[in-house]
Nanobody, 122 residues
Framework: QVQLVESGGGLVPAGGSLSLSCEASGRTFSDYSLAWFRQAPGKEREFVAAIIWSGVRAMYADSVRGRFTISRDNAKNTVYLQMNSLKPEDTAVYYC???????????????WGQGTQVTVSS
């Protein structure tokens, strides 16, 4: 079992920046790929970014590539999402997820955090 707790959400004006963190506990953190997903009201949960267990490879949704950066610190059992140039359409609940698979698919991830709200005002 892996427990995930997100933090760092909040309200930010368009064009601003925000950094999310997700701290894991339980099984060996470095065994897992980590990902961020988001879900806006009335919409399905969608992939944002993922990072492989070693941290040497990452992938991004087209909508955030060049603006968001995912990173991880295995010594701190934490994965981060640095979000720059935020847009109102980035408003959503952001979820951290973990699994042995490295994937863009919601269904691939067995472990999820409770989510943190990000609101970008226009």
């Amino acid at each position: 079992q892996v427990q995930l707790v997100e933090s760092g959400g909040g309200l930010v004006p368009a064009g601003g920046s925000l950094s999310l963190s997700c701290e894991a506990s339980g099984r060996t953190f470095s065994d897992y790929s980590l990902a961020w997903f988001r879900q806006a009201p009335g919409k399905e949960r969608e992939f944002v970014a993922a990072i492989i267990w070693s941290g040497v490879r990452a992938m991004y949704a087209d909508s955030v590539r060049g603006r968001f950066t995912i990173s991880r610190d295995n010594a701190k059992n934490t994965v981060y999402l640095q979000m720059n140039s935020l847009k109102p359409e980035d408003t959503a609940v952001y979820y951290c997820a973990a699994d042995s698979r490295y994937s863009r698919l919601v269904s691939s991830y067995d472990y999820w955090g409770q989510g943190t709200q990000v609101t970008v005002s226009s």
